[in-house]
């Protein structure tokens, strides 16, 4: 009570306002404080019949005290959380479906966890992956790096990268190329809506070499680009589970050699780093840490080759 009075007058600077805010009368306020004055040996406020005012021990006394309160009251708001445990509902989702047995895998072990916590999952789009995040309609999404302005979290995929050519196409029948190529070929492009850091990293504006790779047509999803491929209207580096998950007459996927791997996992808004996306995050690294489950997509021949380089960050 002392300290609780204290600080409060000290704010407050009134004894009628420091009483109302604690629920006490006056009178219990003033004696309080002239309990802590007497165990301190000096004033703590300078008072009139108009104003109260700390005196250079009182400030002190405050400014020493302020910290040292605030570091308790988390530190109870901690253990409160800790007690009630993590609840609500996680609203989580997938970008393309060979990100989806990723997720499940740490969802399930989210839900074996917290089991008082719903969790919602779903799929988003190309066109509406970074909105879902900032109007928080999405809390966690499964996604490529980089992300731009957003947190993320442990990898959970690692491939490596192909480029989807026309069937018909000069380099369909190479067995690897070079990024060198796309310097010779016009690069199908991620709708405007993709973040900018996402589209530099997946359709450079140059080579390695500084070469300037030529522009083709945009497309407003995934198989949309693919179909601009089919058409002769461009390539488009991808990932490799595209051989999986877009199997196509029309397009061939020829191994890109030294291109870095994609590296996909947890991200989300910072501004929205709740408890819940704190242990989802904890449950994906812990995923990470484990053998993978039996038809999990984080499988080993998804992951980078010998000549490949790690993705940084």
Known sequence: MEIEAFLTLAEQLHFGRTAERLCV???RVSQVIKKLERRIGGMLFERTSRTVRLTPIGRQLADDLAPLVAGMEEALRK???????VTGELRVAF???WTAPALLEVVGLFGE???????????????????????????????????DGMACGPVLLTENRVLAVAAGHPLAGEESVSLEVLA????????????????????????????????GPAGGSFSEMLTLVAMGKGVLPVGDHSR??????????????????????????????????????RAAADVVERPPAQGSSRRPSALPSAGSRPVSG
């Open 25 to 27: 009368t006056t009178g």
């Open 79 to 85: 253990a409160t959380r800790a007690s009630r445990g």
């Open 95 to 97: 970008l393309g479906e």
């Open 113 to 147: 966890r917290h089991p008082d916590c719903s969790v919602d999952v779903r799929e988003v789009q190309l066109s509406n992956s970074r909105a879902s995040l900032v109007d928080r309609s999405v809390d966690v999404l499964i996604a490529s790096y980089p992300f």
């Open 184 to 215: 010779e070929h016009p690069v199908v492009q991620y709708p405007e809506v993709t973040s900018a850091e996402f589209k530099r990293d997946r359709t450079p504006d140059r080579t390695p070499s500084g070469r300037p790779v030529p522009k």
């Open 244 to 281: 999986s998950y877009y199997p196509r007459p029309d397009v061939a996927y020829v191994p890109l050699r030294d291109a870095r791997p994609i590296e996909r996992g947890p991200v989300w808004l910072e501004g929205n780093t709740t408890e819940r996306v704190r242990a989802f995050v």
